[in-house]
T-cell receptor, first 113, second 112 residues
Framework: GENVEQHPSTLSVQEGDSAVIKCTYS??????FPWYKQELGKRPQLIID?????GEKKDQRIAVTLNKTAKHFSLHITETQPEDSAVYFC????????????FGSGTQLTVLP | GAVVSQHPSRVICKSGTSVKIECRSL??????MFWYRQFPKQSLMLMAT?????????EQGVEKDKFLINHASLTLSTLTVTSAHPEDSSFYIC????????FGPGTRLTVL
């Protein structure tokens, strides 16, 4: 089955700097890649997603890039703010939807004021 | 707004008792719901996939008789932790798919 690896497990950045979280996947048939943000004690929430027919997608300060050849995708957060502090999960799906998702292990992002 | 609700948000119970957690899809029908368990500072661990009108599909290593899942309607799935023990203490989160994957707010279970 699909295996998703996520790095780093923890990441600290200064407010205003950029943060990058990387994920690799094993199944070349994967075609949908969402990213979730989970604040402490709260539900994971979708922040951005990308499909395999697109190489990059941006939404304000958040962007995701996908390299199908290398089977990896990354989350980029620019101009980080303290409220960006949370755990971020990547995921991959082979059915083009959010039904069958394999999650990464998560990255604890801390934005230092 | 939230599209998946979960109840209760917190529950404390004595060892040996059973606890039921409800997951509801709001304003949409979910033939499939997913139940996850999450330990502190760890990822979401899929426990089982709940299917309306049929048996749930459990992940390897998850005890079917301990974690009973019932998906009685298109908007409600329940997870019952039977004969709970302290090691069952965890954060349980349900999830459903509408256009995207949405998660419930989670249930913090503490077994004394």
């Amino acid at each position: 089955g699909e295996n998703v690896e996520q790095h780093p497990s923890t990441l600290s950045v200064q407010e205003g700097d950029s943060a990058v979280i990387k994920c690799t996947y094993s199944d070349s048939a994967s075609n949908y890649f969402p990213w979730y943000k989970q604040e402490l004690g709260k539900r994971p929430q979708l922040i951005i997603d990308i499909r395999s027919n697109v190489g990059e997608k941006k939404d304000q300060r958040i962007a995701v890039t996908l390299n199908k050849t290398a089977k990896h995708f990354s989350l980029h957060i620019t101009e980080t703010q303290p409220e960006d502090s949370a755990v971020y999960f990547c995921a991959a799906s082979t059915d083009g939807s959010a039904r069958q998702l394999t999650f990464g292990s998560g990255t604890q992002l801390t934005v230092l004021p | 707004g939230a599209v998946v609700s979960q109840h209760p948000s917190r529950v404390i119970c004595k060892s040996g008792t059973s606890v039921k957690i409800e997951c509801r899809s709001l304003d949409f029908q979910a033939t499939t719901m997913f139940w996850y368990r999450q330990f502190p500072k760890q990822s979401l661990m899929l426990m089982a996939t709940s299917n309306e009108g049929s048996k749930a599909t459990y992940e390897q290593g998850v005890e079917k008789d301990k974690f009973l899942i019932n998906h009685a309607s298109l908007t409600l799935s329940t997870l019952t932790v039977t004969s709970a023990h302290p090691e069952d203490s965890s954060f349980y989160i349900c999830s459903a798919v509408r256009d995207k994957r949405y998660f419930g707010p989670g249930t913090r279970l503490t077994v004394l």
